[in-house]
């Protein structure tokens, strides 16, 4: 058996002649950038967010750094990132003159506390990102007493998480209610990625806010610094562009009408993978409790994690590794080498994403976990 880390195509099957469709009438009517289809994206987008704006943006990176940048974010700022995101999250910050200020996780969930957050505040942050890893929503709970104590901005980087859902409130129990990724910072940003659960035929980002005033201001950043309804050569901020455009609003939209389907097949999928890895007594990291996570990936914690994987490639199953180095690790970052994250470390050192997708079949969640206890075994 051949199981690939992911499998892309599959899916794109069924949607094809829908976006051909699609493509053809945006041939026709020459709407390339903005216009209806970017439009009717963006509106179905904040509607799915539960957020009342969403502004499309060329990727998830400039969704972080645009919105920064509209809430005054820059040099001599500090924004609070969790040691172990992906590399964008950290860039994101800095390309605004900001700094990267890195925490560390909670060992189980890999996820920011209030405690790794208070342990990285000084008197210069200004921001907080929490980071919504493989798709396990941290809850609001965790983060906003502490952002209100401080009095700083939220940005939830959804880029894995699309469709995530939280607890509302710690200990709510009676109220059940939840809130979506993205929607309870003062704004979300995702990404397009086509590897992502919401992903793109090639780049794209999003914001998702209820703030109209910050919106506007994101959407003027990425077109130039253009305002709105004013004259197409007049350039209210410095901007630049970072435009979603339609073909990939186009896909997108598509996409997004299939989104809770998929979701629920990678719940699906992800049960079934819990049970093997626990018969084999394999940790997975899993979603806090109350958290309806996006499974983005499937990631279990397996020491001599690089032996196992070439044991795993030689029976035919891909893996990856989402992050093998850490952000305070980092050589473009890691200006105090004396900084110890232990937890996002050994994270590092450990974690291991097997194959997953929304059309995995049971008998291959089988193979992987019985490949990947015999690998554990033979080292
Ligand atoms: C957590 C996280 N943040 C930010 C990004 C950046 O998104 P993009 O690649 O669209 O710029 C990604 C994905 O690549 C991501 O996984």
């Known amino acids: 058996m051949r199981i690939p880390f992911n499998d892309l195509a599959t899916p794109h099957a069924s949607i094809v002649e829908d976006v051909v469709a699609e493509v053809r009438a945006l041939a026709g009517n020459s709407r390339f950038i903005g216009g209806p289809a970017v439009e009717a994206f963006e509106q179905d987008f904040a509607a799915y967010c539960r957020t009342t704006h969403a502004v499309g943006v060329a990727n998830g990176t400039d969704a972080i750094e645009l919105t920064l940048r509209a809430l005054g974010i820059g040099g001599g700022d500090e924004v609070l990132v969790p040691a172990n995101t992906f590399i964008a999250t950290a860039s994101a910050v800095a390309a605004t003159g900001a700094t990267p200020v890195f925490v560390d996780v909670d060992p189980v969930s890999l996820l920011v506390t209030p405690a790794s957050l208070e342990a990285g505040k000084t008197e210069r942050t ?16 965790d983060v906003l007493p502490f952002a209100a104590r401080h009095g700083l901005a939220v940005i939830e ?10 607890p509302a409130a710690a200990q709510n129990e009676a109220l059940d209610e939840k809130v979506r990724a993205g929607s309870y910072g003062v704004a979300g940003t995702f990404s397009f990625y086509p590897g992502k659960n919401l992903g793109a035929w090639g780049d794209g980002g999003a914001v998702v806010t209820d703030d109209a005033q910050l919106a506007s201001r994101i959407r003027s ?11 197409h ?4 901020y410095i901007g630049r562009n970072s435009r979603l455009d339609a073909l990939q609003a186009t896909v997108l939209r598509r996409k997004l009408a299939d989104l809770d389907s998929a979701t629920g097949q990678r719940r699906r999928v992800a049960s079934v993978y819990a049970e093997a890895l626990a018969a084999h007594g394999i940790p997975l990291v899993a979603p806090l409790p109350g958290v309806d996570s996006a499974w983005h990936l499937l990631v279990a914690r397996v020491p001599g994690r690089e032996a196992v994987r070439r044991l795993l490639d030689e029976a035919g199953i891909g893996t990856g590794v989402h992050y093998p180095v850490p952000c305070h690790r980092q050589h473009a970052y890691a200006t105090d080498q004396t900084v110890s994250l232990p937890a996002a470390e050994q994270a590092a050192a450990e974690i291991l994403s097997l194959p997953f997708f929304p059309h995995l079949r049971d008998e291959e969640v089988a193979y992987v976990a019985d490949h990947l206890a015999k690998a554990i075994a033979a080292l």
């Open 221 to 231: 950043l990425a077109n130039h610094g253009r305002s709105e309804g004013t004259d």
């Open 157 to 166: 980087d959804s880029a894995q998480a699309h469709g995530a859902n939280a």
């Open 126 to 141: 200004a921001a907080v990102i929490p980071v919504h890893l493989y798709g396990h929503m941290v809850p609001p709970a």
């Open 233 to 236: 050569y007049e350039h209210r």
